[in-house]
């Protein structure tokens, strides 16, 4: 069985809870995040937070930036030449990148085979009624679009629940999630191809989201599984609400619901998605010895002369 090694620069959630099992396998591949010597293939989320060495196929190393694309992450890019594939969205010359989701984990605390054996049948306990997990936090534009948008809501006879941190603080989403059929989910960084736990925890929850975020969902869940709002203007998304919660929408569409959690559970989740971008590599039996520092950008300005030599500035 082919062994990847998986880094990661963040602890929480677990990963393997999303595997059948908590086996951490997946299609005929074990992945560990061991610091083994020696593996088939090395996977990299964001950055390593000490330096990796790792014995691997040549053309095995994948890393994948989870971060959205912001100018304050541009410092990942430091880390791109390192590796054979990077599925990111920035760009960078000379290293074979594709711009596509990048499998963040659910929060949600439950395993894949307890989410795979949820259906229609067990969802006695859920009520029409909104719920919101989100936080008081007023630093950004984006905080105050939502606070602003919780305003408006407090003032309509939506049946609508608030929780999370400076509201009702809960210790796991999933003890809001299940008793309701809709949910709002709003990213903080809205773009193609970037989506979060946030749509993810509320699907997998049979719940659907009144969502803002990835332009492009469609392209991955079926259209009627989420309910797209804009709320930066919030009588609008306030209408959407009332006009899906007046029509029925969870019930009429729950076939679309029950479609879109198979397709994160067995395609665009963290296991199956890590498969797919794997056996796009083009590996040799032969192996190589891998380097990857934990701080690129923090060496000698020799290193980072040469780098910029050898592969410009990026885009």
């Given at each position: 069985m082919p062994i990847v090694r998986l880094v990661r620069n963040y602890k929480f959630p677990e990963i393997a809870r999303q595997s059948p099992g908590c086996s951490s396998e997946w299609k005929g591949y074990f992945f560990t995040e061991e610091e083994i010597p020696e593996a088939d293939y090395l996977v990299v989320l964001n950055y390593p937070l000490k330096d990796v060495n790792c014995k691997i196929k040549k053309g095995g190393s994948v890393l994948i930036v989870q971060e959205p694309p912001l100018e304050r992450n541009l410092y990942n890019r430091e880390y791109f030449p390192y590796f054979d594939l990077v599925v990111s969205h920035f760009d960078f010359p000379k290293v074979k990148i594709i711009h596509e989701?990048?499998?963040?984990?659910?929060?949600?605390?439950?395993?894949?085979?307890?989410?795979?054996?949820?259906?229609?049948?067990?969802?006695?306990?859920?009520?029409?009624?909104?719920?919101w997990i989100t936080s008081n936090i007023n630093l950004f534009p984006a905080h105050q679009l939502r606070l602003n948008l919780i305003e408006h809501l407090k003032n309509t006879s939506i049946p609508f629940k608030?929780?999370?941190?400076?509201?009702?603080?809960?210790?796991?989403?999933?003890?809001?999630?299940?008793?309701?059929?809709?949910?709002?989910?709003?990213?903080?960084?809205?773009?193609n191809d970037y989506w979060?736990?946030?749509?993810?925890?509320?699907?997998l929850s049979w719940n659907v989201p009144f969502y803002y975020g990835c332009p492009n969902l469609g392209k991955y869940l079926p259209s009627n599984s989420f309910i797209p709002v804009n709320i930066e203007s919030p009588l609008d998304t306030v209408s959407e609400i009332e006009l899906a919660m007046t029509g029925k929408f969870w019930d009429k569409n729950i076939d679309q619901l029950s479609e879109a959690r198979n397709i994160i559970l067995n395609r665009l989740q963290f296991y199956p998605r890590l498969v797919n971008i794997i056996e796009q590599l083009?590996?040799?039996?032969?192996?190589?010895?891998?380097?990857i520092p934990k701080d690129p950008f923090n060496k000698s300005l020799l290193h980072k002369l040469i780098s910029k030599f050898k592969y410009g500035n990026g885009k």
């Amino acid at each position: 069985m082919p062994i990847v090694r998986l880094v990661r620069n963040y602890k929480f959630p677990e990963i393997a809870r999303q595997s059948p099992g908590c086996s951490s396998e997946w299609k005929g591949y074990f992945f560990t995040e061991e610091e083994i010597p020696e593996a088939d293939y090395l996977v990299v989320l964001n950055y390593p937070l000490k330096d990796v060495n790792c014995k691997i196929k040549k053309g095995g190393s994948v890393l994948i930036v989870q971060e959205p694309p912001l100018e304050r992450n541009l410092y990942n890019r430091e880390y791109f030449p390192y590796f054979d594939l990077v599925v990111s969205h920035f760009d960078f010359p000379k290293v074979k990148i594709i711009h596509e989701q990048a499998a963040l984990p659910w929060h949600i605390n439950l395993t894949y085979d307890q989410l795979l054996k949820s259906d229609v049948s067990s969802l006695e306990d859920k009520k029409d009624e909104v719920s919101w997990i989100t936080s008081n936090i007023n630093l950004f534009p984006a905080h105050q679009l939502r606070l602003n948008l919780i305003e408006h809501l407090k003032n309509t006879s939506i049946p609508f629940k608030l929780f999370g941190r400076g509201f009702n603080p809960i210790d796991d989403k999933i003890e809001v999630l299940k008793y309701s059929k809709y949910t709002i989910a709003a990213e903080n960084f809205i773009g193609n191809d970037y989506w979060t736990e946030k749509i993810q925890d509320a699907i997998l929850s049979w719940n659907v989201p009144f969502y803002y975020g990835c332009p492009n969902l469609g392209k991955y869940l079926p259209s009627n599984s989420f309910i797209p709002v804009n709320i930066e203007s919030p009588l609008d998304t306030v209408s959407e609400i009332e006009l899906a919660m007046t029509g029925k929408f969870w019930d009429k569409n729950i076939d679309q619901l029950s479609e879109a959690r198979n397709i994160i559970l067995n395609r665009l989740q963290f296991y199956p998605r890590l498969v797919n971008i794997i056996e796009q590599l083009e590996v040799s039996n032969k192996r190589k010895n891998l380097f990857i520092p934990k701080d690129p950008f923090n060496k000698s300005l020799l290193h980072k002369l040469i780098s910029k030599f050898k592969y410009g500035n990026g885009k």
